[in-house]
């Protein structure tokens, strides 16, 4: 290897962003990414086959019932494979922060590598980057899916993947906040039950908010994954408008919110 060679390979090893050494949060990507290749053919069942099941089933029968969608010019199908794209990332990225990393812990693979020199910033930091990785391989799948029936057939749809890898970050923190308070198994899948199921139901995903009665429209509109939803919808159905800044704003805010809360539990959990 040349000396321009070893330079690179150093300071790659050795570089930093805002004391976050990209070495460690790469090497736990790289682990999380060598066990999934052990059991990829049982995770893609919840990362694919069940969300395109849920995609293809509501898509098809449901848009036979419905004809317009106040609001929309899109049938059912392409009004609701969006919401399904978004809703997926969301369950993706909490069952991997909240049940995945609970195992870890309690497995006590985060003590082990706080032996080596990783911090527990750079956990969390890896744990969310490797939740995002399933996310999009998840939304990826069911986005090819809506694609070839016809459901998702606008260039500006690729820009769904900013709301997916937002999603994917916002609700991985909200995982490991149940995982580094969850006394047992059990707790931390009250994600699901708590977060997950009502998030899925009321944010937009199956209906506008439109035909809501007024409190309710309110509330559904307050819900963290809502503003994720509506980016998705507008992306993938080309309704572009200049209000949609706001949702973005929304969820950056959220996620600046919760994850330092995440990391504190965290620590908490590990070091003390």
Same mark, same amino acid.
């Given at each position: 290897?040349?000396?321009?060679?070893?330079?690179?390979?150093?300071?790659?090893?050795?570089? @930093?962003?805002?004391?976050?050494?990209?070495?460690?949060?790469?090497?736990?990507?790289?682990?999380?990414?060598?066990?999934?290749?052990?059991?990829?053919?049982?995770?893609?069942?919840?990362?694919?086959?069940?969300?395109?099941?849920?995609?293809?089933?509501?898509?098809?029968g449901l848009?036979?019932?419905?004809?317009?969608?106040? =609001?929309?010019?899109?049938?059912?199908?392409?009004?609701?494979?969006? =919401?399904?794209?978004?809703?997926?990332?969301?369950?993706?990225?909490?069952?991997?922060?909240?049940?995945?990393?609970?195992?870890?812990?309690?497995?006590?693979?985060?003590?082990?590598?706080?032996?080596?020199?990783?911090?527990?910033?750079?956990?969390?930091?890896?744990?969310?980057? +490797?939740?995002?990785?399933?996310?999009?391989?998840?939304?990826?799948?069911?986005?090819?899916?809506?694609?070839?029936?016809? +459901?998702?057939?606008?260039?500006?749809?690729?820009?769904?993947?900013?709301?997916?890898?937002l999603t994917?970050? !916002?609700?991985?923190?909200?995982? !490991?906040?149940?995982?580094? @308070?969850?006394?047992?198994?059990?707790?931390?899948?009250?994600?699901?039950?708590?977060?997950?199921?009502?998030?899925?139901?009321?944010?937009?995903?199956?209906?506008?908010?439109?035909?809501?009665? =007024?409190?309710?429209?309110?509330?559904?509109?307050?819900?963290? !994954?809502?503003?994720?939803?509506?980016? =998705?919808?507008?992306?993938? @159905?080309?309704?572009?408008?200049?209000?949609?800044? +706001?949702? !973005?704003?929304?969820?950056?805010?959220?996620?600046?919110?919760?994850?330092?809360?995440?990391?504190?539990?965290?620590?908490r959990k590990?070091?003390?």
């Open positions: 290897m040349s000396a321009q060679a070893h330079e690179i390979t150093a300071n790659i090893n050795t570089a @930093t962003i805002a004391g976050i050494r990209l070495r460690s949060v790469s090497a736990l990507w790289l682990r999380h990414w060598l066990a999934f290749t052990r059991y990829w053919k049982y995770a893609i069942a919840f990362l694919v086959i069940e969300p395109i099941a849920m995609l293809i089933g509501i898509s098809i848009s036979r019932l419905i004809e317009d969608i106040p =609001g929309t010019q899109a049938d059912y199908a392409e009004f609701v494979s969006p =919401g399904i794209i978004i809703g997926s990332a969301m369950f993706v990225s909490m069952s991997e922060c909240a049940m995945g990393a609970f195992n870890r812990m309690e497995n006590q693979l985060y003590e082990t590598h706080l032996t080596a020199p990783v911090s527990v910033t750079e956990i969390m930091i890896g744990e969310i980057v +490797w939740a995002s990785t399933r996310v999009l391989i998840s939304a990826s799948a069911i986005a090819a899916i809506a694609t070839a029936f016809g +459901w998702i057939d606008e260039w500006s749809a690729i820009m769904i993947v900013i709301p997916v890898v994917g970050i !916002l609700f991985a923190s909200v995982g !490991l906040l149940f995982s580094a @308070t969850a006394p047992h198994i059990q707790f931390a899948s009250l994600t699901f039950t708590i977060v997950g199921t009502p998030m899925f139901m009321f944010s937009g995903i199956f209906y506008p908010f439109e035909i809501l009665p =007024g409190w309710a429209e309110v509330v559904s509109n307050l819900l963290p !994954l809502s503003p994720a939803v509506n980016l =998705g919808r507008a992306f993938a @159905t080309n309704a572009i408008q200049a209000s949609l800044i +706001w949702d !973005l704003i929304a969820i950056i805010v959220m996620i600046a919110i919760v994850t330092p809360i995440a990391l504190f539990l965290l620590k590990l070091i003390t």
